[in-house]
């Protein structure tokens, strides 16, 4: 039986509107988020993913704007909501972010508690010591000890300052947390060490997240499944197995993405890559858009946009190779 | 490689253009550097340079005369200040006797400041003055004068005339009004040009037309002479900008003191400006001991003050302009380096400073190829905020009578007005050219360094 | 593999800490011991990787190689020439020889600098090259062999016009225009996409072959260093605990830590979502100005005993085939297997999380 979805974006259309012209960062991307899941988003930089995560909390980078499409977040459209109702209901209510880099976003003069105490305040009123009383549960939660409220952000390492953004991104009880490159900065014994919380997380407080990272040997480990963006749209979009199984992606970007991961218990005289850097999204090229870089090139990849179309269930693919007509 | 340079500033200058407060302050830039160029036909008075100081220079002109441009605005003009040469010369043979008249057509909303008559003599000599106005009145002054060499007689209405002037109308007014003037004090020049009418004393209205001042020179003896004579009308207002206390010309004295105001904030900044950047990156680039070494000599700079070293130093040595820049110079430097030396801290981090390390470049090579030029916009805006600095503090300094008195400047202007309390007396003209002369050379080099910044820091710009 | 170009003999950093007024009262000073007594030797042509967590040391090592900063004690030898105090025009000529290739190649370029004059600097440093023609040919040549082609078109950009990738082909290009004997990379390819990052690694790796470079590789990554090197030393605060050919390091670790390290990595196969990861390691790095007695690894070791911490730190001997480990007890942490590891590990991960 499908769990049910929390979160479902339909056609969301983000353009940056710079000088140079119009760019096309976010292009008709639909897709959703079962309950209790996480699903991965991977990308080159200036894919589009980090824009896509800002837009699912309402609130685009300058000169940033939605243009168009639905996000549901339990079954309500929050881009019909007014920015108040959106702070007030939706952000870190709902539907909360860890930024890349969060961690160093911690003030450093102040102690954890009180810009955890702050967070609370904006959205709840409560008792102080009650206040108290949940903030501990929550860094128990992300594995830390009570005593880290006391603490200035100086004193604790890089992975428990990512700790104790996780927890404060947690603490609202959103039912959806969306992480943009949680690990890059730490090490990988801290990395691990986080991406175990994750894991445990989800199964604790059956909180959905999405991930967002550029590492596909990241998203093998968390996330169910996995949403590959090129130049603002949907690559390919499957299970975890459907993706790192035997059979492997079906799309030649994931698959060329996957190839030019390392792998570490595997001897290989010679790395793949791919050629060619991402398109400019000002004027993206016409057909497929990964078709000047496409090994497999079909005739009428450069001439017809590809649609993304199941071709299993669960498992979506845009590219004109994988459909059989 | 000297194609490859014109290239370069070429480019540089296509790049420029496009930055409009650039241009804005090219443009003035231009205007002072014309100011500077066409100084001399600029000038209405020609030896400015040399005279500013010489009361005797501007004893011709009006005292606080205002802008000539003031009369575009007012309904009631100003008369404006003549030379009158004289007309109907008549030598009479034989007796030794020269008339001569100087019309004077009056027409202006108000009257001038004083009438002069100006003669240069020699010997005995006795002389007639007949002023009669256009309403046929006139006043008659007598003098008989003698000296062995030549000499310059000044006849003025306003110090002269007085009671005669006052005799002239007195008739017109009210008897008992009349009666209760003192004739010492009043308004000579305005009643001498007002209508013969009740009031004339205290509030006169002007009367138009031709006024005529008839000379008539007797020379006693065979070495007497007329060398020459002219009438002076001081004028409510006079020349471009007006006249101060010391009756000097304003936009002749501005003009003059535009290549000083160039000479002395451009070199004091570019000196001191150079310097300072220099120290402050060796400072912060070298650190460790060097560093604060050359912390404790900063220290010594900034806390020895100017101006009682300048005072001292303008007693030993004659006060020069030149001497000025120097003493200016030796302590203006300090004001960058702090800025600086905390910018080389955050450069030095960067890693392309240690790349250049790994790749053996010298510290000379480092300091000047990779530090410094990062640090062009930052000197081009201190050099731009030294410049008014540079300028006043020559001011103040020709202030305690210490500065170059061979030279004009804008600040020894402003500083005159002050001194002479033109704030308060409402001179304006006085105190807001130089002011705003002294703001748009600070502007000029803000703008010009902005601009700079902009081009030169490619992170601004786009691809 | 002839004689090795670089030796490097219990090399020792350490820097001085600001120190309190009580310290300085009772004349104290504490150091961070950022490399802490490392031998390594280099040989020719191979490609050298050091790896470890940040605050290992191993930048620092890297630097010391490169003479950046002063080394406190031990020896260095490049080609058999002691080059541990050397200075002046000594220095400029060790420079010319080891080159160093950034982690960020956009903060390793003055933004200010052209592409050319980037690459001229090295030249114009050392005076190498009868005039700018020839130099210029030689630019040109670089810019070919490193893949930014054409040259003219990339020869007038500033580094801001560069994609990543470009940007490390174009700082690998400026550390090859003297030739060196050996070329030192810190992290290259950490800031740049994953897709690239092959590729600039394959054209290092290439230019190596070509040209019979010699690299030391330094970074946090194990799996391209498994690719891209022929021998890895792995750093723990300031020392190397293992040491080997770089497969053997990856496959047949030894030391507790390695086994950490290698733990520790995501690898992109399906089927791990729903486990935890089973990471060998307990606590956080320590400081370096406090490394912990005897074995330094001890305090967060799953397999410490009282010998550990007791005795002298253990060395890094050589167990075969090139393969040395400095730890006691490696033999019965093998023999310990993998069942015990696992149930003792996750156990230890769920209580330190």
């Known amino acids: 039986m499908e769990k049910e979805r929390v979160l479902e974006v339909q056609d969301l259309e983000l353009h940056y509107f710079t000088r140079k012209g119009v760019v096309k960062a976010v292009d008709k991307l639909s897709f959703f988020l079962r309950k209790g899941e996480t699903l991965g988003v991977v990308g080159e930089s200036g894919c589009g993913k980090t824009t896509m995560g800002t837009a699912l909390l309402n609130m685009p980078t300058p000169p940033g704007r939605i243009i168009g499409g639905r996000i549901l977040l339990d079954g309500q459209d929050i881009l019909k909501l007014s920015e108040n109702e959106v702070r007030r209901r939706v952000r870190w209510e709902t539907i909360a972010m860890v930024f890349q880099g969060a961690m160093n976003c911690l003030t450093p003069v102040y102690t954890i508690e009180k810009q955890m105490r702050e967070t609370l305040q904006q959205h709840r009123t409560m008792e102080k010591a009650e206040a108290k009383e949940r903030m501990k549960n929550y860094l128990n939660l992300v594995g830390l000890s009570d005593d880290v409220l006391r603490r200035y952000p100086h004193e604790l390492s890089g992975g428990m300052k990512q ?3 996780i927890a404060t991104a947690l603490f609202l009880e959103p039912k959806v947390i969306i992480c943009d490159e949680p690990t890059t900065a730490l090490d990988v014994v801290v990395q691990a060490q986080i991406i175990n919380l994750l894991k445990d997380l989800k199964e604790q407080v059956g909180v959905s997240f999405i991930f967002i990272t550029h590492d596909l040997s990241i998203e093998a480990e968390v996330s169910d499944r996995i949403l590959v963006m090129y130049a603002g749209r949907i690559a390919e979009m499957g299970t975890n197995a459907q993706i790192y199984g035997p059979q492997g992606p079906a799309h030649p970007y994931t698959q060329r993405l996957l190839g030019a991961t390392p792998r570490l218990h595997e001897e290989v005289e010679e790395l793949a890559f791919i050629p060619g850097t991402p398109p400019d999204l000002i004027a993206p090229p016409e057909g497929c858009r990964f078709h000047p870089r496409c090994p497999v090139l079909l005739e009428r990849c450069a001439q017809d946009d590809v649609p993304l179309r199941e071709i299993e269930p669960d498992h979506m693919v845009a590219c004109w190779r994988c459909f059989d007509e | 490689m000297k194609r490859d340079r014109l290239a370069q500033l070429r480019s540089f200058w296509s790049e420029f253009r496009q930055v409009r407060f650039g241009m804005v302050g090219v443009a003035l830039l231009v205007v002072f550097l014309a100011l500077v160029i066409f100084e001399r036909p600029l000038l209405t008075y020609r030896d400015v340079n040399s005279r500013w100081r010489d009361m005797m220079y501007w004893t011709d002109s009006p005292r606080y005369a205002l802008p000539v441009w003031v009369n575009w605005f007012t309904s009631k003009d100003y008369a404006t200040s003549a030379v009158i040469q004289a007309q109907n010369v008549q030598e009479a043979e034989g007796v030794r006797r020269t008339t001569m008249e100087f019309p004077y057509e009056f027409k202006a909303g108000r009257p001038p400041s004083d009438v002069l008559l100006q003669l240069a003599l020699t010997g005995q000599v006795s002389l007639t003055l007949d002023i009669v106005r256009p309403d046929g009145r006139s006043v008659t002054y007598q003098k008989n004068t003698s000296s062995s060499g030549s000499q310059v007689l000044r006849i003025s209405v306003d110090q002269n005339l007085r009671e005669r ?4 109308v007195a008739s017109a007014e009210d008897p008992a009004v009349a009666a209760s003037r003192n004739p010492k004090q009043i308004n000579s020049v305005g009643v001498l040009f007002g209508k013969a ?29 007329l060398d020459s004579a002219k009438v002076i009308v001081a004028g409510g207002v006079s020349g471009i900008l007006g006249t101060d206390a010391q009756k000097r010309d304003l ?7 535009t290549k000083w105001a160039l000479i002395i904030g451009l070199l004091t900044s570019i000196i001191s400006v150079v310097v300072g950047v220099i120290y402050g990156v060796a400072s912060g680039y070298f650190g460790g001991w060097i560093d604060s ?5 900063y220290e010594v700079f900034v806390s020895i003050p100017l101006l009682p070293i300048l005072i001292v130093l303008s007693a030993v040595f004659k006060p020069s302009i030149w001497i000025m820049i120097t003493m200016m110079c030796i302590f203006f430097w300090v004001g960058p380096v702090k800025t600086v030396r905390s910018i080389a801290l955050q450069l030095k981090e960067n890693a392309y400073i240690e790349a250049a390390q790994g790749l053996g470049a010298s510290h000379r090579r480092i300091l000047f190829k990779h530090m410094i030029p990062q640090l062009v916009p930052y000197a081009f805006a201190s050099m731009a905020l030294a410049v008014p600095g540079a300028i006043t503090y020559e001011a103040s300094i020709s202030l305690i009578g210490l500065g170059d008195a061979t030279v004009v400047t804008w600040g020894q202007i402003l500083f005159d007005a002050y001194s002479s309390g033109a704030v308060l007396q409402g001179i304006w003209w006085w105190i807001v050219p130089p002011g705003l002369a002294i703001a748009l050379m600070g502007m000029t080099f803000a703008f010009i360094g902005f601009a700079m910044d902009t081009i030169l820091n490619p992170k601004l710009r786009t691809r | 593999m002839s004689e090795p170009i670089l030796v490097a003999e219990n090399l020792t950093k350490w820097f001085p800490v600001k120190r309190s007024l009580t310290q300085v009262v009772r004349h104290e000073r504490t150091w961070v011991r950022a490399v802490d007594g490392v031998s390594f030797s280099v040989e020719k042509g191979e490609i050298f990787g050091l790896v470890g967590e940040s605050g290992c040391g191993k930048t620092t090592t890297g630097k010391l190689v490169m003479k950046l900063l002063d080394i406190t004690d031990g020896t260095l030898k490049l080609q058999g020439e002691d080059v541990t105090h050397i200075k002046g025009a000594a220095l400029a000529q060790h420079r010319r020889h080891v080159q160093m290739i950034f982690q960020d190649p956009y903060a390793s370029m003055n933004p200010r600098f052209t592409i050319e004059e980037v690459l001229m600097e090295p030249l114009e440093i050392h005076n190498v090259g009868k005039d700018r023609a020839e130099r210029d040919v030689w630019v040109r040549e670089i810019l070919e062999e490193v893949k930014l082609s054409p040259p003219d078109e990339f020869l007038v950009r500033h580094p801001h016009m560069l994609s990543g990738g ?7 290009a400026r550390t090859l225009m003297l030739n060196p004997s050996l070329i030192v990379a810190d992290e290259p390819v950490s800031m740049i996409d994953l897709s690239t ?10 230019l190596q072959r070509e040209m019979g470079l010699t690299y030391i590789y330094i970074t946090h990554d194990l799996s391209t260093a498994r690719y891209f090197t022929d021998r890895l030393a792995v750093m723990y605060l300031g020392k190397i605990i293992e040491m080997g050919p770089a497969g053997t390091i990856i496959d047949k670790a030894l030391h507790p830590y390695t086994m950490a390290l290698i733990g520790a990595v995501c690898e992109p196969v399906s089927g791990k979502v729903n486990q935890i990861k089973d990471v060998p390691i307990k606590g956080e790095i320590p400081a370096a100005t406090n490394i912990p007695t005897g074995c330094r690894f001890h305090p967060r070791c799953l397999y410490s005993v009282a010998e550990c911490w007791q005795e002298e730190e253990p060395t890094l001997d050589d167990i075969g085939g090139g393969h040395r480990v400095a730890c006691r007890r490696y033999k019965e942490i093998e023999r310990l297997g993998n069942a015990a590891r696992t149930s003792e590990a996750s156990l230890g991960l769920r209580r330190t999380a």
């Open chain 3, 197 to 206: 990052r092959a590729e600039i690694l394959s054209m290092m790796k290439q």
């Open chain 2, 165 to 168: 002037v006052f005799q002239m």
């Open chain 3, 166 to 172: 470009q940007r490390q082909r174009a700082a690998t």
């Open chain 1, 163 to 165: 700790r104790v953004v």
């Open chain 2, 251 to 257: 936009w002749s004295g501005l003009v003059a003191g």
């Open chain 2, 293 to 297: 070494l050359m912390n404790r000599i």
């Open chain 2, 197 to 225: 009418q009740p009031g004339v004393f205290s509030d006169p209205q002007v009367l138009d037309g031709t006024y005529v001042l008839k000379l008539d020179v007797t020379l006693v003896g065979a070495t007497a002479k």
